[in-house]
C-alpha cells in the first residue's frame, strides 16, 4: 500500500521532517480541516486524536494526495534540509476483499508489487521480496496462507508489509489495529516499534485507543478540524481542551479515560 513518488535508497528512510502547513480541505460547501499547522520528525511516531468527524482520515487521505486541499506539505531530507518526493507507506484500517478467494499472501504481494494480475507474473520473480517483506514485520510463516484464513492482527502485519515495500519516508496507520484482540494488538505495535528503530521511519497515527496512544507515542495531536493541541502525551492528556473535546474528567496515569468515550473515525 504505497503512494511512491521515489525509491528511497539506504537503512534510513532519509527523510528529516515533514511540515504540514496552512492545510485546509472541504467537502462541498463545509470545511473538513482548515488551517492545519505540525511537524513530525523522523524517528518518532505522532499520534493523531480526536472527535468523530474531526478530520483525522482526511489528515492522511490529504498526505497521499486522495483529496484536493489547500496549503502545503514539505517533505526535507536528512542532508541540509532540501525538499524531496517521498515514498508515503499506508496501513488502512481494513481491506476489503472476498475471504472466500483462494488467494493467498503470496498472491497479495505478487498483484501489488507487479501491478498484475497474480497468475500474469513467473511465481519467483516476487516471492523473494515477499519473504524478506514479511519477515521484517515477524509474519514470513504467513507467505502461502490463505488470506480468508488470516486473523486481523495477521492481515493487518502482512499490509504493513506491504506498506514497506519499499521503505518509506513516511509510514501512515489509519487506525490499523481496530478489532484486532489484545495478543494482535501488542505484537503489530511491537513490530512498529522495530520498524522506527531499525530505519528511523516517520510514522503518523490515526487511533481513539488512548492507552496504545500514551505507551507508544512520541508526540498527541488533538484534531478537531484544526489542531487544537499537541506536545507529548503527558502533556496532551492533562490538557484542558482534550478532557473538553471528549467529555471527560481526567485520565488515569496509563493514557485510559476516567469517564466518557474514546474519539473514533475522522
Not at 528529516?16 to 482548515?34: D, Y
Not at 500474469?120 to 496462507?145: F, Q, T, Y
Amino acid at each position: 500500500m504505497h503512494k511512491s513518488h521515489a525509491k528511497c535508497d539506504g537503512k534510513c528512510c532519509n527523510l528529516c521532517c515533514t511540515r504540514i502547513e496552512n492545510l485546509g480541505v472541504t467537502r462541498g460547501q463545509a470545511s473538513v480541516l482548515e488551517n492545519v499547522n505540525m511537524h513530525i520528525h523522523c524517528g518518532e511516531l505522532t499520534a493523531i486524536i480526536g472527535p468523530n468527524g474531526g478530520g483525522k482520515s482526511t489528515l492522511l487521505k490529504a498526505l497521499l494526495g486522495e483529496v484536493p486541499y489547500t496549503g502545503e506539505f514539505k517533505f526535507l531530507d536528512a542532508k541540509g534540509g532540501r525538499s524531496i518526493e517521498p515514498v508515503i507507506g499506508y496501513v488502512p484500517q481494513h481491506l476489503d476483499f472476498d475471504a472466500g478467494i483462494p488467494a493467498s499472501v503470496s498472491d497479495l504481494f505478487t498483484a501489488c508489487l507487479s501491478g498484475k494480475p497474480a497468475w500474469l507474473v513467473r511465481p519467483g520473480s516476487i516471492r523473494k521480496r515477499a519473504v524478506e517483506g514479511l519477515m521484517k514485520v515477524n509474519a514470513g510463516h504467513l507467505l502461502d496462507r490463505r488470506l480468508g484464513a488470516l486473523s486481523g492482527g495477521e492481515l493487518q502485519r502482512v499490509l504493513l508489509a506491504l506498506a514497506l515495500d519499499p521503505v518509506p519516508n513516511l509510514l501512515l496507520l489509519d487506525e490499523p489495529v481496530s478489532g484486532i484482540d489484545q495478543g494482535g494488538l501488542e505484537l503489530f505495535y511491537n513490530t512498529v516499534a522495530e520498524l522506527r528503530h531499525n530505519y528511523d521511519l516517520s510514522i503518523i497515527l490515526v487511533s481513539h485507543d488512548f492507552d496504545l496512544v500514551y505507551r507508544h507515542a512520541d508526540r498527541v495531536v488533538l484534531l478537531n478540524k484544526t489542531v487544537i493541541t499537541s506536545g507529548t502525551p503527558q502533556q496532551v492528556f492533562s490538557d484542558e481542551n482534550t478532557l473538553k473535546c471528549f467529555g471527560i474528567t481526567g485520565f488515569f496515569a496509563d493514557g485510559g479515560m476516567r469517564s466518557g468515550t474514546e474519539g473514533g473515525n475522522g
